[in-house]
């Protein structure tokens, strides 16, 4: 995989999983079954939503950076490690993930092993980024 195609399909992934979330803030997803079913209330919800909006905002703006579409004084080392730390996290995630109670959160261990693979993939791949627009 070429670097700036795994970046665009991890941007669409993570406005999905933005959207997934913001679905559970609004309460068309119910809460209950996600987190573990560790929430109890509306106002930690609204926080550990909140969280991962911001957290996947975050990840998005780093993969913009990586590939070259965003221009900043950031070092490529620093992008890296970041990368990495999300590498982590979300294979963290997946292994919670398998181990949920329920099946919403179980089949979404697939999707954070693809952000696992992908991730790896970008940090993985040899290319340069540029400062080039997206196409």
Same mark, same amino acid.
């Given at each position: 995989?070429?670097?700036?195609?795994? @970046?665009?399909?991890?941007?669409?992934? @993570?406005?999905?999983?933005?959207?997934?979330?913001?679905? #559970?803030?609004?309460?068309? +997803?119910?809460?209950?079954?996600?987190? $573990? *079913?560790?929430?109890?209330?509306?106002?930690?919800?609204? =926080?550990?939503?909140?969280?991962? #909006?911001?957290?996947?905002?975050?990840?998005?703006? =780093?993969?913009? @950076?990586? *590939?070259?579409?965003?221009?900043?004084? +950031?070092?490529?080392?620093?992008?890296?490690? @970041?990368?990495? #730390?999300?590498?982590?996290?979300? $294979?963290?995630?997946?292994? $919670?993930?398998?181990?949920?109670? /329920?099946?919403?959160?179980?089949?979404?261990?697939? =999707? /954070?092993? *693809?952000?696992?693979?992908? +991730?790896?993939? =970008?940090?993985?791949?040899? $290319?340069?980024?540029?400062?080039?627009? #997206?196409?």
């Amino acid at each position: 995989m070429k670097l700036r195609p795994t @970046i665009k399909l991890l941007l669409w992934l @993570i406005a999905a999983v933005v959207l997934l979330h913001l679905a #559970i803030l609004i309460k068309l +997803i119910p809460y209950e079954v996600t987190w $573990g *079913g560790r929430l109890k209330n509306d106002s930690e919800m609204y =926080v550990f939503e909140s969280t991962s #909006i911001l957290a996947n905002l975050l990840l998005g703006c =780093v993969l913009l @950076i990586k *590939g070259g579409y965003l221009s900043t004084p +950031i070092p490529p080392r620093a992008v890296n490690v @970041i990368l990495w #730390i999300f590498l982590a996290l979300f $294979g963290l995630n997946t292994l $919670g993930n398998l181990f949920a109670e /329920t099946l919403f959160e179980q089949s979404l261990s697939l =999707v /954070t092993l *693809g952000f696992s693979f992908l +991730i790896w993939r =970008v940090l993985k791949t040899k $290319g340069k980024t540029t400062k080039s627009k #997206i196409h």
